[in-house]
């Protein structure tokens, strides 16, 4: 193994050049599906470098669960450990695990909570509130349960187009299950901190993604730019208990410049020699890289660990 096994933990930062060059030139569509892809491999393979280090470092001590094999001085010349790394991997994975199982206990809760709130509300898919505080979001749920909610102190601040184009925009997050993509992200986050970048860009593209939909939806991108910039505004400032506070609403004034400018062109793929592309291609192959250097480690480490196992 050696120092392969330690390549996932730092290769997260050959993602980060690509992060912003996809924001700015990939279609929103296209940067949230690669984003999402490359922060969930290079995640996998963090967390798996983890339970290695563990493991391996942690073999000599007196005490650990594996065979007696294991110390054999055949097996321990093969196999490079650090009691080091291997005491401080304990701690890294158990606070690893502990915060990816809390993301997930907020997000289940906070989505059971926003539909007990509202269930005696009518309207099968949009909900409005009578509220004096202006917010909307999308609730995703199974099968016909999802819903847009919106307060009636949003929508007395938007003429009838805009707010078209703001029910274009969250049915847009729910048609293409953005919470999926941001609570991806967002775990990834809670596995690397070196991952935290490319979370705040899969936010941002999914903004973007709905905000192209919408402005596909009502025929207006200017239409969806000002519905966009009149609801960051009178909501400035308004804490929203929801499920899109798993990520925020990116910077808005980048929003509204990009969907006053020219739509993107909407190809899967950035030709390999731009700056782009040639960013793409980098984090394809250190995601790539991480992958294959936690599988040869895992595969390595139970080879040797069946070998020094007696039958």
């Known amino acids: 193994m050696g120092v392969f096994v330690l390549l996932p933990l730092v290769l997260p930062l050959t993602a980060w050049p690509v992060a912003r060059l996809a924001e700015q030139h990939l279609h929103p569509r296209t940067a949230t599906r690669l984003l999402t892809a490359v922060t969930a491999v290079m995640a996998v393979c963090s967390t798996v470098c983890l339970a290695l280090l563990m493991v391996v470092g942690t073999a000599q001590l007196p005490g650990n669960p594996l065979p007696d094999g294991w110390s054999d001085p055949e097996v321990r010349e093969a196999v490079p450990y650090d009691e080091v790394a291997g005491r401080a991997a304990i701690?890294?994975?158990?606070?690893?695990?502990?915060?990816?199982?809390?993301?997930?206990?907020?997000?289940?809760?906070?989505?059971?909570?926003?539909?007990?709130?509202?269930?005696?509300?009518?309207?099968?898919?949009?909900?409005?509130?009578?509220?004096?505080?202006?917010?909307?979001?999308?609730?995703?749920?199974?099968?016909?349960?999802?819903?847009v909610v919106v307060t009636t102190a949003l929508l007395d601040h938007l003429e009838p187009a805009e707010r078209r184009a703001l029910f274009a925009h969250?049915?847009?997050?729910?048609?293409?299950?953005?919470?999926?993509?941001?609570?991806?992200?967002?775990?990834?986050?809670?596995?690397?901190?070196?991952?935290?970048?490319?979370?705040?860009?899969?936010?941002?593209?999914?903004?973007?993604?709905?905000?192209?939909?919408?402005?596909?939806?009502?025929?207006?991108?200017?239409?969806?730019?000002?519905?966009?910039?009149?609801?960051?505004?009178?909501?400035?400032?308004?804490?929203?208990?929801?499920?899109?506070?798993?990520?925020?609403?990116?910077?808005?004034?980048?929003?509204?410049?990009?969907?006053?400018?020219?739509?993107?062109?909407?190809?899967?793929?950035?030709?390999?020699?731009?700056?782009?592309?040639?960013?793409?291609?980098?984090?394809a192959a250190g995601a790539a890289v991480s992958a294959m250097s936690s599988a040869n480690s895992a595969v390595t480490m139970v080879l040797i660990l069946r070998a020094a196992t007696p039958l």
């Open 91 to 147: 701690p890294a994975l158990v606070l690893v695990l502990a915060a990816c199982a809390r993301t997930l206990w907020r997000h289940g809760r906070v989505r059971r909570r926003a539909h007990r709130a509202l269930a005696g509300v009518r309207g099968n898919q949009v909900a409005v509130l009578p509220d004096d505080v202006p917010y909307a979001y999308a609730l995703p749920g199974a099968g016909r349960r999802d819903r």
């Open 170 to 283: 969250e049915r847009a997050h729910l048609t293409a299950r953005h919470h999926r993509f941001l609570l991806v992200a967002q775990l990834a986050a809670r596995t690397n901190p070196f991952l935290r970048p490319l979370r705040t860009a899969v936010a941002y593209t999914a903004e973007r993604w709905a905000d192209e939909d919408a402005a596909q939806a009502v025929g207006s991108r200017r239409t969806v730019a000002s519905a966009i910039g009149k609801a960051a505004l009178v909501s400035r400032g308004t804490p929203v208990p929801t499920l899109a506070a798993l990520a925020a609403v990116g910077p808005v004034p980048r929003r509204v410049a990009a969907l006053l400018a020219p739509a993107p062109a909407a190809r899967r793929w950035p030709p390999v020699f731009t700056s782009v592309g040639l960013a793409a291609w980098g984090a």
